[in-house]
């Protein structure tokens, strides 16, 4: 009878040290702690005078700078396109301007997983707090909403505006000699 009730004994102490551990391990902070997550850069918030500091960080190097917003399904399609290209064009430097405000945190939400595996986060924009219209006149007095909206750079910083979905076509016409 001793042997059996020192043998409970010792399975309680064992229990015992064994539910302080797990209650240890629960309590810490590193056995909750969710693998760090890699998030998309922030977008860019594009205000009025953000076009000119836009065209300087491409230090004078040929771009297109895609106008589009989350409903625009032919600015998905373009950008999808740009991107297939991009593999035959690797000096096609692609910038992109949501029409969507980047102040809304769901929508800028959105606007980066649309962006993300399209590989076009890096030098993402969306409009700031500025009016809409204020915001498009800055980029182009006579761009009046319409999208998809490129605008193809050369390397001096002159620029060709295109309204349309980009093809592959497109992309030859205006960075073929890139």
Sequence with gaps: MLAIRTIGKKIAGVLGMAVCLMAALAASPSAHAAPPVQTAPALQAFEPDSLERLVARQQGKPFVLVLWSLDCVYCHASMKTLMEEKKKHKNLRIVTLS????????????????????????????????????????????????????????????????SGVITAATIERFAGNW
């Design 99 to 162: 029409t969507d405000p980047a102040s809304d945190p769901e929508l800028a939400t959105m606007m980066r997983k649309r962006l993300a595996p399209l590989g076009l986060s890096a030098n993402a924009w969306a409009f700031g707090e500025a009016p809409a219209e204020q915001l498009r006149y800055m980029i182009d007095p006579q761009w009046h909403g319409e999208k998809p909206r490129s605008y193809w750079y050369d390397a001096r910083g002159k620029r060709v505006a295109y």
